[in-house]
């Protein structure tokens, strides 16, 4: 078996079917409960991911500047059911990845903070929200490393 690539899934807050405000960390929590992570037709780097690969959940928090809170291994890949209406859904889901050995962390990762530590800090960090743009982000070993070890 191959060395497992790393990524970042990114979540952000959505709006219920009633109107009402879900935090990205209620989010995270259902999908992961659900063990189901949707991907869609635009999702960044869907082609790259691989049962075995390795990932960290980014949840996106105005207040914070968005943390790490989890970490799993991709398990496999299912095909949607048809007709079947899923609240996540912003475009059209291709398929969704299941996972294994999920790990909440007590202490979750500031990701803003831990920001200029990694390899593929922005030169303008002010606009450093633009690497988490498109659903799934590319890591390497080093900076997987560097938000496990902050995380626990």
Known sequence: MSEP???IFITMPQIADTGSRISAQEVLQRRLAENR???YSNTRNKNRIQPGDKVVFYTSNNKT???ISASAQIKEFIR???NKYYLEEHGVVEYFVSFKDITFFERR???KNLLKSFSFCPQNIQKWGVILMGGIRE???ADYQIIISNSS
Do not use: V
């Open 139 to 141: 890591l390497n070993a």
């Open 65 to 67: 500047g968005g943390e």
């Open 109 to 111: 990762a500031n990701f």
């Open 80 to 82: 949607p059911q048809k």
């Open 5 to 7: 690539s790393y990524f």
């Open 37 to 39: 992570w949707a991907i």
